[in-house]
T-cell receptor
Framework: DVKVTQSSRYLVKRTGEKVFLECVQDMDHENMFWYRQDPGLGLRLIYFSYDVKMKEKGDIPEGYSVSREKKERFSLILESASTNQTSMYLC?????????????FGPGTRLTVT | RKEVEQDPGPFNVPEGATVAFNCTYSNSASQSFFWYRQDCRKEPKLLMSVYSSGNEDGRFTAQLNRASQYISLLIRDSKLSDSATYLCVVFVTGGGNKLTFGTGTQLKVEL
């Protein structure tokens, strides 16, 4: 059974803190993605990665960075958390070809920045 | 204009009803189309792909109209378990395996 796990379900951080969100997939997928989901705005792509050490900006990369040192792990970093980064963060992975359009999502991390 | 637009709903329907959701997309270069389902406080999961010829999976039928840039999802004989948010999703090649998600249409099936 395919599995994408995220390090925390809920996280509360203070403004200005550095925040790490970890994502691990066990499906040997090449592609990994970080989204945030906000009411009325839907899922928005922050960053994605085709391969180890590769990264591409998504639609809203400002204020975020990513790291992919191993194929199975994709980390999202908030260098200096701000209140407007309070959101649900979803990680996803997919095979090298977008077969069937299926991205497999993790359960999400609900981040609150106070 | 949003790349993918959906009526947010909610659509409140009685059990056994037929309900249809629509979605429009703005990029005529869009190549592939999908419906995802997201249960409350859960992650999205692929429901079905949408083909030009239309496709059916049990009680679910998806259709694509490329000329009008319009996608639909029809659910027949609604069940309580169909209550969820349905996300319209579009894939454009050249952008590197990126999917663009609509904001979703919420369905509530009631007794």
């Amino acid at each position: 059974d395919v599995k994408v796990t995220q390090s925390s379900r809920y996280l509360v951080k203070r403004t200005g803190e550095k925040v790490f969100l970890e994502c691990v997939q066990d499906m040997d997928h090449e592609n990994m993605f970080w989204y945030r989901q906000d009411p009325g705005l839907g899922l928005r792509l922050i960053y994605f990665s085709y391969d180890v050490k590769m990264k591409e900006k998504g639609d809203i990369p400002e204020g975020y960075s990513v790291s992919r040192e191993k194929k199975e792990r994709f980390s999202l970093i908030l260098e200096s958390a701000s209140t407007n980064q309070t959101s649900m963060y979803l990680c996803a992975s997919s095979p090298s070809e977008l077969t069937g359009g299926e991205q497999y999502f993790g359960p999400g991390t609900r981040l609150t920045v106070t | 204009r949003k790349e993918v637009e959906q009526d947010p709903g909610p659509f409140n329907v009685p059990e056994g009803a037929t309900v249809a959701f629509n979605c429009t997309y703005s990029n005529s270069a869009s190549q592939s189309f999908f419906w995802y389902r997201q249960d409350c406080r859960k992650e999205p999961k692929l429901l079905m792909s949408v083909y030009s010829s239309g496709n059916e999976d049990g009680r679910f039928t998806a259709q694509l109209n490329r000329a009008s840039q319009y996608i639909s999802l029809l659910i027949r004989d609604s069940k309580l378990s169909d209550s969820a948010t349905y996300l319209c999703v579009v894939f454009v090649t050249g952008g590197g395996n990126k999917l663009t998600f609509g904001t979703g249409t919420q369905l509530k099936v009631e007794l």
